[in-house]
């Protein structure tokens, strides 16, 4: 008597005969920077600038830094040293506004800068990162949109600063000058952005990229004459501020606003500039582009 096969013996065998597919999801191919175009890179850019903005929008707390730094420095360098400093140079608090509020200018150029590398960081750490990386657009894009919102703040930053300034007593008799301190402090900043950028990435979170700002803001802003002049400075230090950049960028503010020799400090600061972002944007290109 012939066995009869189970009703399950069937499909099984067809199972097993049939070959097993795997199905997989390509991933994204990372884009290339090269084969996008100029217009593309713009368009990627104002995109993420708009972005940036409506976060701002968001989250207007941001703005904190941007908008009551100006007041209370120039409050507390005014009222609190103004006095005693400017009669030093020869004069009395009136005589120390002049001197002192195009060094701020300097001082905000280099102060504000370090927020796009806490803002960079903290776009990692929160995955947004992850989806830029999986989008069609240049990475480059991203830099430059950071650097650019950034560069927004800062000159906010100024416009709040020099309307406290007039109310203080600053005299701007000079506006020609005033524009070309801006842009020349808008310059200083977009360099150093790329140090701060290279933080951001190389960095674990937003606390450690802003302690090591303030490492590098601290030295460089008050051994420098921002806000006193170097000659009662011990000879090493002003040795110091003879190189350091934030001097030069003062000095050529003073000069282009209230009067005074502009061209070697003029020069220098860009030099200073261009020597920055020469070595540091490559490295936070770079950086960026094998984190991400």
């Not at 300097?106 to 796009?116: E, I, K, R």
């Not at 061209?263 to 920055?276: E, F, P, R």
Request: net charge positive; hydrophobic share 50%.
């Amino acid at each position: 008597m012939s066995s009869r096969p189970s009703p399950t013996t069937a499909p099984n065998e067809a199972l097993r005969a049939t070959p097993s597919i795997t199905i997989t999801t390509p991933a994204p191919a990372p884009t290339d920077d090269a084969r996008i175009s100029l217009r593309g890179h713009l368009r990627h850019t104002g995109a993420l600038v708009r972005r940036n903005l409506l976060w701002i929008r968001q989250d207007p707390e941001s703005m904190a830094d941007a908008l009551l730094m100006p007041v209370i420095f120039t409050l507390l360098f005014v009222f609190v040293f103004g006095g005693s400093i400017g009669q030093a140079l020869g004069g009395g608090q009136d005589q120390y506004v002049q001197y002192v509020i195009p060094g701020m200018i300097a001082m905000m150029s280099m102060t504000l800068s370090q927020g796009v590398g806490t803002g960079f960081s903290q776009d990692f750490n929160s995955g947004v990162m992850d989806r830029f990386r999986s989008l069609p657009i240049g990475r480059g894009s991203v830099l430059f949109a950071k650097i650019s919102v950034e560069l927004l703040r800062m000159l906010f930053a100024t416009t709040v600063l020099m309307i406290v300034s007039v109310l203080v007593g600053f005299d701007i008799t000079n506006w020609p000058g005033l524009f070309a301190t801006v842009a020349l402090s808008t310059a200083f900043a977009s360099s150093i952005m790329w140090v701060f950028l290279t933080l951001g990435v190389i960095m674990k979170n937003a606390q450690s990229v802003q302690a090591m700002g303030f490492l590098v803001l601290f030295p460089l802003q008050f051994g420098s004459s921002i806000f006193a002049p170097t000659t009662s400075m011990p000879g090493w230090l002003q040795a110091f501020t003879d190189y350091n950049p934030l001097s030069t960028l003062a000095d050529a503010a003073r000069g282009l606003m209230v009067g005074g020799p502009v061209a070697h400090d003029l020069w220098v600061t860009l030099g200073w500039s261009v020597l920055i972002t020469a070595i540091m944007a490559p490295v936070a290109i770079h950086k960026f582009r094998t984190k991400s």
